[in-house]
C-alpha cells in the first residue's frame, strides 16, 4: 500500500463546476500537507500548504486536512479552463522530502 | 527573481552509460531536493543537499548519486543507465528552513534511455 493514495481521474467538469480533488494517507507522522498542480511538460507549481485540520482559503481554492481520518482536499471554486492540469497532493513528516499522491488530470471544459 | 533552472532540459542516453544533471536553485536558497516522475510510480524522493551535505536519501539505489556546491547549484548522477531510468526528473529548491513547505520546482530534465 502507497503511502499516500490519490484517484487519478481523469476528471472533466464544466467550466463554472466546483471541483472536489482528494487524498488519503497512512503515516500518521506527516505534518505538512501541500497540494501542486502540474502543466503538461512544467514543473509542478506549489498552490496551497496547511499544517494543522482544518480549512485554509486562497481566492477560488481551499484547502482541506481532517487529521483524524487522514484526508485530505482541495476545492476549486467557479473552475476556469485554465485550470486543467494534474494536481498532485504532497505531504512531509517534517523532513525536507515530499511523499506526492500519483494526481489527478482535471478538465475544465468552457 | 528568476525560478529554478534544469539543464538540460531533454536528454536521450543508451543503456549502460552514464549522466549528469544539473540544477541551480533560487537565489538564496540553500536546499536542493531531487525528485523522479514517472507515469506509474509518480513523484518519487532521490535526495537532498542543504549546505553541501546530503541530509536526506529515498529508497533508490546506489548508482543515483548527487552532490551540491558552494553556490548551492546542484548535479545529480546516474551511472549504468537502465531503462527504467527514463523519466522526468525534477529539483526543488526551498530557502534555510527545515520544511520543505514551499519548495519551487524546476521544469525538470527528461531523460530517455534507450
Known amino acids: 500500500q502507497k503511502e499516500v493514495e490519490q484517484d487519478p481521474g481523469p476528471l472533466s467538469v464544466p467550466e463554472g463546476a466546483i471541483v472536489s480533488l482528494n487524498c488519503t494517507y497512512s503515516n500518521s507522522a506527516f505534518q505538512y500537507f501541500m497540494w501542486y498542480r502540474q502543466y503538461s511538460r512544467k514543473g509542478p507549481e506549489l498552490l496551497m500548504y496547511t499544517y494543522s485540520s482544518g480549512n485554509k482559503e486562497d481566492g477560488r481554492f481551499t484547502a482541506q486536512v481532517d487529521k483524524s481520518s487522514k484526508y485530505i482536499s482541495l476545492f476549486i471554486r467557479d473552475s476556469q479552463p485554465s485550470d486543467s492540469a494534474t494536481y498532485l497532493c504532497?505531504?512531509?513528516?517534517?523532513?525536507?522530502?515530499?511523499?506526492f499522491g500519483t494526481g489527478t488530470r482535471l478538465t475544465v471544459i468552457p | 527573481k528568476a525560478g529554478v533552472t534544469q539543464t538540460p532540459r531533454y536528454l536521450i542516453k543508451t543503456r549502460g552509460q552514464q549522466v549528469t544533471l544539473s540544477c541551480s536553485p533560487i537565489?538564496?536558497?540553500?536546499?536542493v531536493s531531487w525528485y523522479q516522475q514517472t507515469p506509474g510510480q509518480g513523484l518519487q524522493f532521490l535526495f537532498e543537499?542543504?549546505?553541501?551535505?546530503?541530509?536526506n536519501k529515498g529508497n533508490f539505489p546506489g548508482r543515483f548519486s548527487g552532490r551540491q556546491f558552494s553556490n548551492s547549484r546542484s548535479e545529480m548522477n546516474v551511472s549504468t543507465l537502465e531503462l527504467g531510468d527514463s523519466a522526468l526528473y525534477l529539483c526543488?529548491?526551498?530557502?534555510?528552513?527545515?520544511?520543505?513547505?514551499?519548495?519551487?520546482f524546476g521544469q525538470g530534465t527528461r531523460l530517455t534511455v534507450v
Open positions: 537565489s538564496g536558497h540553500r536546499s
Open positions: 504532497a505531504m512531509n513528516p517534517g523532513a525536507n522530502n515530499l511523499f
Open positions: 526543488a529548491s526551498s530557502g534555510a528552513g527545515g520544511m520543505n513547505t514551499e519548495a519551487f
Open positions: 543537499y542543504f549546505s553541501e551535505t546530503q541530509r
